[in-house]
Nanobody
Framework: QVQLVESGGGSVQPGGSLRLSCAGS????????MGWFRQAPGKEREGVAA???????SVADSVKGRFTISRDNAKNTLYLQMNSLKPEDTAMYYC????????????????????WGQGTQVTVSS
């Protein structure tokens, strides 16, 4: 059974940094496309960044240059390094996994992922 557990969320001032982690278990981690999504109150869940089985990444324009996604297959862990955080980055952040390679245009689509973590809250406020 696929399980995803996020950690690393918290409260930070604008301009600060956080690193989110997502530990996966119950599946062959290296064979799965992994992604980060976020959902702010009253808004749709949106794709933030994703990394495929071959290491190729997709990053949303809203976070490009500030957020970096990476994966450590030896540790079955996905990361999201978030720098220069803004108040509009405030949201619940979710880790997602899908057991197939995704095309670059679909990696940030919520509908492409079958497995989800419970989320970790990120709040950016002064």
């Amino acid at each position: 059974q696929v399980q995803l557990v996020e950690s690393g969320g918290g409260s930070v001032q604008p301009g600060g940094s956080l690193r989110l982690s997502c530990a996966g278990s119950g599946y062959t981690y290296s064979n799965y496309c992994m992604g980060w999504f976020r959902q702010a109150p009253g808004k749709e869940r949106e794709g933030v960044a994703a990394v495929d089985v071959d290491g190729r990444t997709s990053v949303a324009d809203s976070v490009k240059g500030r957020f970096t996604i990476s994966r450590d297959n030896a540790k079955n862990t996905l990361y999201l390094q978030m720098n220069s955080l803004k108040p509009e980055d405030t949201a619940m952040y979710y880790c997602a996994a899908e057991g197939r390679r995704l095309s670059w245009w679909s990696r940030l689509l919520r509908s492409q992922y079958n497995y989800w973590g419970q989320g970790t809250q990120v709040t950016v406020s002064s």
